[in-house]
């Protein structure tokens, strides 16, 4: 994997992070520390891992002791979490379960007063 491919990936986890959470900061490291607890733990680890890489990419004899595989995973879960559906997607679920769950409750309730009014005699 050469240096600007690692940089390349680099720089497109530092423009989702400044996309997607409004992280502000010269370099990606700045934008990282700007983000806080914004990103989960393991994220947070990966796109530190994936910033260490793209500085050690610069030069040619540090370059040489990166692990294209760990690059490449770590890269893979910061793209993951940002391209899980983009803003609001989980307040959307939530409030989707909400409505499900409520709407099944109801159906239930209906179902046993009808059957209720039903043994009863009233219908």
């Known amino acids: 994997m050469s240096a600007v491919t690692i940089r390349q990936m680099a720089d497109r986890v530092e423009g989702l992070l400044s996309e997607r959470l409004g992280a502000r900061g010269r370099d990606f490291e700045a934008k990282l520390r700007h983000s806080g607890r914004k990103l989960p733990r393991r994220v947070r680890a990966a796109a530190k891992s994936l910033a260490r890489a793209a500085e050690m ?67």
């Not at 540090?62 to 997607?89: N, P, T």
């Not at 909400?98 to 309730?109: D, I, R």
């Open 57 to 123: 990419a610069r030069n040619p004899k540090l370059q040489a002791q990166l692990d294209e595989g760990d690059v490449a995973r770590d890269y893979d879960i910061c793209l993951r979490h940002f391209s899980a559906g983009g803003s609001g997607a989980w307040f959307r679920g939530v409030v989707g379960r909400v409505a499900a769950s409520v709407g099944f409750s109801l159906l239930v309730v209906g179902l046993g007063f009808a059957g209720w009014l039903l043994w009863r005699g009233y219908i």
